[in-house]
């Protein structure tokens, strides 16, 4: 059994009361944008197969991961860096009664020992945490089986330099972001081939402002600094400084 450990995004970015605002914006069970309805859009593009073996990597609340084994039909595993993700994953995974077919465990993905073990990854807005991509990709390529298929969305940029307020936003929240083609190279060179990248700031520009009308619904305390938080990433995507990336690739088989 993994060890629990408490870590900078559970205490920071994901304390249990800005959890429970993201899902409020999100939709129930997930922390990234789009919800459950983009999740499924997405999955669709990795044309998975009933009993095939899923790795969703950062996988929060479980939303994903619960999708995809209720739409898919798959066998998934769920990881995240987060304890209390995991245990909320599990608990709700269980009232679901998808247990059988869905587990989570508590594991950095820079750690991830597993070896051709999976037939797809997917992974929601979670690599934006990772500075150590080509680790990362690394331990993904081992992971999958070959022919594995590979597909995640994460927030992106442009070119640097960044206008300041964006550099101290990224600098502020920790994250890592890539341009496509910087994500691409870190992709190839990892070993994966049909490598397809995609840029989806149009719907993240979209989803932002959907996101905004739920913003009265958040407690009081919350309200200015969400509507903060999400006014600022919305003028940085019009911009073009903020990117949403989507991105495919497949292990050779
Ligand atoms: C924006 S949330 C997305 C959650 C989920 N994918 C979704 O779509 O609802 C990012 C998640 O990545 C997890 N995470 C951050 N760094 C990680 C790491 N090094 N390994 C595994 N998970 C990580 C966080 O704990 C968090 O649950």
Sequence with gaps: MPLFKKTSVDSEQYTPSNVQAYEMIYGTDFVSPGGREIAKQFAQRLELRPGERVLDVGSGLGGCACMLAQEFETDVDGLDF??????EASARCREKGL?????????????????EEYDAIMSRDVFLHIGDKERLFRNLFRAL???GRMLFTDYGCRERPWPWTFAR???ARGYTLHTLYEYSTIIE??????????????????????????LKDLPWHQRAT???AWTSKLRAARKGVHRWSL???VKPG
């Design 82 to 87: 987060s304890s209390s993700m995991v245990a």
């Design 99 to 115: 247990s059988e077919k869905v587990r989570f465990f508590q594991q950095d993905c820079l750690e991830l020992e597993a070896i």
């Design 145 to 147: 089986k070959p022919g």
């Design 169 to 171: 936003y990224v600098k």
């Design 189 to 214: 060179r990892s070993g994966f081939s049909e490598v397809l990248s995609e840029d989806i700031t149009a719907l993240f520009i979209d989803t932002l402002r959907k996101e905004m009308r739920g």
């Design 226 to 228: 969400f509507r903060l």
């Design 247 to 249: 991105i495919q690739a």
